[in-house]
C-alpha cells in the first residue's frame, strides 16, 4: 500500500489528508512537532481570552483520526533523505514514504533586530507562541505593558488579546496608517481610529531599533526609531511570517523564500510535494503572490493535491480571490482585488462610502474605461461570497453591482440595511441614476448554467 | 462602574440569601375556623380523618422548618386503613398529604411575613432586582464597544463550571424540588406575591403563581443583559423582545386574567402553548372541563389541536422552529435569558448527539402513546386500557418528564450541562417541529462560501450542542432538526459565514466537498451529485 506521509497538521496538510482518504485507502501519516492533533490557529487568540478552551479550536473529536485510518505521529523531521525516500526523526525511528506533502507552514519573521531573542519577546503563531504568551502576559500585574512590532493581523489581534486582560499595550507600525499596504487609505484610517477607540497607544511610521534586557535575559524595555524608550514586559514580534522551512536546507530540494513549486504543486524532487504557507510558486498566479499564507488557499492546496496523489494531476488554480479578517470589532471581508492606493493598478478606480457615525464602510474597485468589476472591501457589513464570486466570473461592471446590491447582503435579519445609501452616495459622486433591485431569493439561489 | 458592580451583587445576594431563608421561616397555628373552612373546602366526610387531624394540628404551634406532610399522610393513611377495611368507599380520602400540608400552612401563617409582605417582597424580589440591575446595566459601559464580548467566559467560575456555578446548580434544582415535590415549604414565598395575585386574578397566590412571577421577573433582568450584551445585533433584540412579549402575556398575565373574569373555563389557558409540550391538554380531566365550558371550552379545544396540527407546522416550514422555540416559547425564553450564560456548556460530542436522537424522540412516543391511552380511555370511558390503569401511566409522564426532566434537570442543570437541557434531549413538541424543520421547510443556516476559518465559536456557543462547524467549514448549510434559531452561531462568527435565513427548499441541503473560491472545474468534479 502505497505510504502517503503529511509533515504539519495544519489546515493545508489536514485536508489533503482528509481528502486522500475519501478518495482512495492509501495509508497516511501525519507527523508534527506542535500538537498531538489539529488545531485552528486562527482561533488561538480565543483561548487566551478565554472565549474558547483549547479543546474548542479542534475540528475533529479525537477519535476522527483512528476511525479514518489517519496516523498521527508527534516528531520533528530534522531531515528529509529523499533518495532513500527516508524521514529522519528527532529521538525517534525513522519514517519512510512513497510520496511525502510538505505543509510546515510559516514562522514569525525577525529581521534582526538586537535583543530579538530575548526571552518574553515572542510572536503568535504556534501552540506554543500561546502557552509562551500565557505564561509572560497573564495578567496586568506580571506584564505591565507590551509592546507589539508589526502592524498586520497578527499584530492587531495581539493587541486584542492583551487588552482583553487590561494589559496596556503600545503598537508600533512601520506604515504612516495601519495595514496601509494593503488597505485604501479610508479604511486604514477607519481601523486607526478604532485602535484608539480600544486604548490601544498606536505609533504609526515607528520602528523597533533593539530590544533591551534584564539582568536575567529578559526584555525589559524596547528602543524605538524616533528616540523613544518604552518600558515593557512582552514584546511581540508581529512582522509578517515566513516559510518554515530551515529544516529543509540541505535536502536538494529547491527553495526560494518558501518551498518552490510548480502548479501542480510538486518540488523538485520526484514524490514530494508542498502545500499551504510553506509553498512557493515560481510565479504568483494572477494577481497572487507566489507565497499565500492564508488559511483558505492552504485548504485549496490540500484539496487540489489530494486529486494529484489519487491518480488525477490536477494543477492548483485557485478561483475568484476572497479573504477575511476581524480587527478588534470590525469585521472585514473582500472579494476580487481591491489594491491600496501604494500598489493600485493604473487602471484601477475605487468608489469609498463610509457611514456617517458608525465603524462601517466599503471599498468597491472597478476598471476606470470599462467599469468592469473588480473587487470589493467590505467592513461591518456581511456580504456573500456566492454571489460576488458569480459576478466577478461574469465580468459584471459597477453598475450592475450597484444596481442588484442588495442580493449580496449578508448581515443577520433586521439588520439596518445600507444599499440606498450607498448607492445614492454613487450615484452623486459618478453622476449615475441607479436604483437598487429587490433583493430576489431566485436570483440568489439560482446558479447560473454558464459558467465562463 | 466596578464599585457599583460589586454593591449590586451584595445587595442582589442579600436579596437572594432572605429568599432562600424563607422556606425555614414563620410560624403556623391553625385555629378552628381556619379547619372547619378546609375541611369544608376539601370536601373531606371521613370524620376519622378530622378528629384525628384536628387532634394533631389545630391551635397547635409550628414552625418553617417541621413538615406537615408526614403528619398529615399518617392520618390520611389511618383513615383509609380503616374505611377501605369497612368498605366505606364514599369516606376515603384522596387529597394528598403534600398539597393538603400546603394549604394548611397557607391558612395557617402567622407573624411577620405574612404581615408584612410588602416589605417582604422588597427584601427578597426587590433587593434580587435592584441588585442585579446594578450588576448588569454598568456593562453597556464595562463591556466597551458594541460587538461580541466573550471575553473571559472560559476564565470565571460562574461560567466555567467553577464553584459559583456549582452553587447555582445546587440552588437551582433544590428550588425544583421545592416546587414540585415540597410546596408547602413554598408557602412563605407565596406571601410575597399575595398582593400582585389578587390585583390580578382575585386569588392568593399558591407556589405556581410565585413561579410564574418569578420566572417573568428573571427574564426581564436577563433580557436586559441582552439588550446590552447583543446591543449591535437587532435579531437578538428583536428575538429577546417577541420572546419576554411572549411569556409575560400570554403565559402569565392572560391566564390570570382569565381566571378574574371568571369565565367558563375556570383556570387560565395559555393560549401559546402547544401540544405535547402541553402534554396534559388531552388528559380526560382537562377534555371534560373543556367540553363542559361552553363556547370558550371549546374555542379552546379547538384552538389548542389547531395550533399544533396546523399552525405550528405551517410556520416551521416558513421561518424554521426558531418561531416557536426562541421566539415564543416560554422554556426557551427562559433559557435564552437567564440561561445565556452558559450557553456553551452544551456537549457537541457525536455521542451526545446519539444520546439526543434516542431520548428526545423516546419522550415523544411516551407522549404521543400516554396521549393515545388517555384519549381512547376518554372515549371508551375507562380508566384501563390494555390492562394498564391510564392514571398511572400520566402520572409516570408528570413525574418524569413534566417534573424531573423539564423543571429540575431541564434548569437546574442549566449551569453545568448548558440552557437547553430540555429542549435539546426532552421536550417532544420541538422533537416534532424538527422533523418538520428537518424534512420541510425553507429554513436554513446558509454558510458564507469558503469563509470559514474553522475557529469553532459557532459550534462552542451553540446551546443545542450542533457542531455547526462541521457543517461551514465544508461550506454546507446548516439544516439541523434540533437548531432552535436563537442566531447566536451567526452574531459570534468573526469572519461573516453564518446566516439564518428562509428562501427556497431546493438547494437547502448542499453537501460540499471542495469549497467555493477554488478551481471551478475542481469544483463541479468533486461536488456533482
New interface residues.
Given amino acids: 500500500m502505497e505510504h502517503i506521509v503529511i509533515i504539519g497538521n495544519g489546515?493545508s496538510g489536514v485536508t489533503a489528508a482528509r481528502?486522500i482518504r475519501?478518495l482512495s485507502d492509501k495509508k497516511i501519516t501525519i507527523i508534527s512537532a506542535e500538537t498531538d492533533y489539529f488545531f485552528?490557529r486562527?482561533?488561538l487568540m480565543?483561548?487566551y481570552?478565554?472565549?474558547?478552551?483549547f479543546e474548542?479550536?479542534?475540528?475533529y473529536?479525537n477519535w476522527f483520526w483512528k476511525k479514518n485510518r489517519i496516523n498521527l505521529v508527534k516528531g520533528y523531521v530534522h531531515f528529509i533523505d529523499h533518495k532513500n525516500q527516508t524521514l529522519k526523526i528527532e529521538n525517534s525511528t525513522d519514517i519512510s514514504y512513497d510520496k511525502l506533502i510538505i505543509a510546515t507552514g510559516s514562522k514569525p519573521n525577525k529581521f534582526g533586530w538586537p535583543g530579538q531573542d530575548l526571552s518574553h519577546v515572542q510572536g503568535l503563531y504556534s501552540k506554543q507562541d500561546l502557552d509562551a504568551l500565557e505564561k509572560n502576559a497573564p495578567n496586568k500585574k506580571i506584564c505591565k505593558r507590551a509592546v507589539i512590532v508589526g502592524g498586520g493581523l497578527i499584530g492587531i489581534e495581539m493587541a486584542e488579546m492583551l487588552r482583553?486582560r487590561d494589559i496596556p499595550v503600545t503598537f508600533l507600525v512601520r506604515e504612516s496608517s495601519f495595514w496601509n499596504g494593503v488597505l485604501p487609505n479610508g479604511e486604514s484610517q477607519m481601523i486607526n481610529e478604532?485602535i484608539l477607540?480600544?486604548h490601544i497607544d498606536l505609533r504609526l511610521e515607528t520602528n523597533l531599533v533593539e530590544i533591551l534586557s534584564d539582568e536575567s535575559g529578559k526584555a525589559k524595555a524596547v528602543v524605538t526609531d524616533k528616540g523613544d524608550t518604552i518600558d515593557c514586559d512582552v514584546v511581540g514580534l508581529t512582522a509578517g511570517v515566513s516559510p518554515n522551512i530551515s529544516f529543509l536546507r540541505d535536502s536538494g530540494i529547491e527553495l526560494g523564500r518558501g518551498i518552490k513549486v510548480n502548479r501542480m504543486l510538486e518540488t523538485n524532487i520526484p514524490n514530494i510535494y508542498a502545500i499551504g504557507d510553506c509553498a512557493e510558486q515560481h510565479e504568483g498566479i494572477g494577481n497572487r503572490r507566489p507565497i499565500e499564507a492564508v488559511?483558505?488557499t492552504g485548504?485549496?492546496m490540500g484539496?487540489?493535491l489530494a486529486?494529484t496523489i489519487c491518480g488525477?494531476p490536477?494543477?492548483?488554480?485557485?478561483?475568484?480571490w476572497?479573504n477575511?479578517?476581524?480587527f478588534?470589532?470590525l469585521?472585514y471581508?473582500t472579494y476580487g482585488w481591491v489594491f491600496s492606493e501604494l500598489n493600485k493598478k493604473e487602471y484601477e478606480q475605487h468608489f469609498h462610502w463610509r457611514h456617517a457615525s458608525e465603524k462601517i464602510c466599503v471599498t468597491i474597485a472597478f476598471h476606470k474605461d470599462t467599469k468592469e468589476f473588480l473587487g470589493i472591501n467590505t467592513f461591518g457589513i456581511?456580504?456573500?461570497?456566492?454571489i460576488f464570486?458569480q459576478w466577478l466570473?461574469e465580468n459584471r461592471n459597477i453598475e450592475y453591482v450597484m444596481e442588484y446590491l442588495k442580493d449580496a447582503n449578508?448581515?443577520?435579519?433586521?439588520?439596518?440595511q445600507y444599499e440606498q445609501e450607498i448607492i445614492t452616495h454613487f450615484n452623486k459622486k459618478f453622476d449615475t441614476q441607479i436604483s437598487p433591485k429587490k433583493k430576489s431569493?431566485?436570483r440568489?439561489?439560482t446558479?447560473p448554467k454558464s459558467?465562463a | 462602574m466596578k464599585a457599583i458592580q460589586n454593591i449590586g451583587i451584595t445587595i442582589f445576594l442579600v436579596g437572594l440569601g432572605f429568599f432562600t431563608a424563607l422556606p425555614f421561616l414563620g410560624n403556623f397555628k391553625l385555629d378552628q375556623k381556619g379547619f372547619d373552612e378546609l375541611i369544608t373546602s376539601q370536601g373531606i366526610k371521613s370524620e376519622l380523618f378530622i378528629q384525628n387531624l384536628k387532634s394533631k394540628i389545630v391551635d397547635k404551634d409550628f414552625t418553617g422548618v417541621t413538615s406537615l406532610e408526614p403528619i398529615v399522610d399518617k392520618v390520611i393513611t389511618n383513615a383509609n386503613t380503616v374505611h377501605s377495611k369497612n368498605k366505606e368507599w364514599s369516606k376515603k380520602v384522596y387529597v394528598s398529604g403534600g398539597d393538603l400540608a400546603t394549604t394548611i400552612r397557607k391558612k395557617s401563617g402567622y407573624g411577620f411575613i405574612p404581615e408584612n409582605k410588602g416589605l417582604m417582597w422588597f427584601l427578597t424580589f426587590g433587593l434580587g432586582i435592584i441588585g442585579a440591575l446594578m450588576f448588569i446595566v454598568p456593562q453597556v459601559i464595562t463591556l466597551g464597544k458594541k460587538g461580541i464580548k466573550n471575553d473571559h467566559i472560559y476564565h470565571q467560575s460562574s461560567t466555567n463550571k467553577g464553584w459559583i456555578a456549582w452553587l447555582v446548580f445546587i440552588f437551582l434544582v433544590s428550588f425544583y424540588l421545592i416546587l414540585y415535590f415540597k410546596s408547602e415549604y413554598a408557602v412563605n414565598w407565596t406571601y410575597l406575591v399575595d398582593p400582585i395575585s389578587v390585583s390580578l386574578s382575585g386569588n392568593l397566590a399558591g407556589h405556581w403563581f410565585v413561579y410564574g412571577f418569578m420566572y417573568c421577573v428573571v427574564m426581564t433582568v436577563m433580557a436586559i443583559r441582552m439588550y446590552i450584551k447583543y446591543r449591535h445585533n437587532m435579531y437578538q433584540m428583536v428575538r429577546t423582545t417577541s420572546v419576554l412579549f411572549f411569556q409575560i402575556v400570554f403565559a402569565f398575565l392572560i391566564p390570570e386574567i382569565m381566571v378574574r373574569l371568571q369565565l367558563s373555563y375556570s383556570k387560565g389557558y395559555d393560549f401559546k402553548n402547544a401540544f405535547p409540550l402541553d402534554y396534559d391538554f388531552f388528559f380526560n380531566w382537562n377534555l371534560k372541563e373543556l367540553i363542559s365550558s361552553g363556547g370558550l371550552g371549546l374555542f379552546i379545544l379547538v384552538w389548542g389541536i389547531l395550533l399544533t396540527v396546523v399552525i405550528v407546522p405551517v410556520m416551521v416550514y416558513f421561518f424554521g422552529k426558531r418561531w416557536y422555540c426562541s421566539w415564543v416559547c416560554g422554556c426557551g425564553g427562559l433559557a435564552e435569558t437567564l440561561g445565556d450564560p452558559y450557553r456553551q456548556h452544551s456537549s457537541k460530542s457525536l455521542f451526545s448527539w446519539k444520546v439526543e436522537r434516542w431520548l428526545i424522540h423516546g419522550v415523544l412516543l411516551f407522549a404521543l402513546v400516554m396521549t393515545g391511552f388517555t384519549l381512547y380511555g376518554f372515549f371508551a370511558e375507562t380508566g384501563t386500557v390494555l390492562g394498564i390503569k391510564v392514571q398511572s401511566i400520566m402520572n409516570t409522564y408528570s413525574f418524569l418528564i413534566g417534573a424531573i426532566f423539564a423543571g429540575v434537570i431541564g434548569t437546574g442543570f442549566y449551569p453545568i450541562f448548558g440552557n437547553r437541557v430540555w429542549c435539546r434531549f426532552g421536550c417532544p413538541l420541538a422533537a416534532y417541529l424538527g422533523f418538520v424543520q428537518r424534512f420541510k421547510s425553507r429554513f436554513r443556516i446558509t454558510t458564507n462560501g469558503g469563509q470559514c476559518i474553522s475557529c469553532g465559536n459557532c459550534s462552542t456557543y451553540c446551546e443545542q450542542g450542533i457542531d455547526v462547524r462541521a457543517y461551514a467549514q465544508k461550506g454546507e448549510n446548516i439544516v439541523r432538526s434540533s437548531c432552535v434559531g436563537c442566531g447566536v452561531c451567526s452574531a459570534v462568527c468573526p469572519r461573516g459565514v453564518l446566516k439564518l435565513e428562509n428562501g427556497p427548499t431546493e438547494g437547502r441541503i448542499n453537501p460540499t466537498e471542495v469549497l467555493l473560491g477554488n478551481d471551478v472545474d475542481l469544483m463541479e468534479l468533486v461536488n456533482k451529485k
Fill in positions: 489546515i481528502h475519501k485552528s486562527t482561533a480565543y483561548i481570552m478565554g472565549h474558547m478552551k474548542h479550536t479542534q475540528p473529536e482583553s478604532h477607540e480600544h488559511w483558505y485548504r485549496m484539496e487540489t486529486q488525477n490536477t494543477e492548483y488554480k485557485p478561483g475568484h476572497f477575511s479578517a476581524k478588534l470589532d469585521e471581508q456581511r456580504m456573500r461570497h456566492k464570486d466570473t449578508f448581515d443577520p435579519e433586521f439588520y439596518a431569493w431566485t440568489i439561489f446558479t459558467r
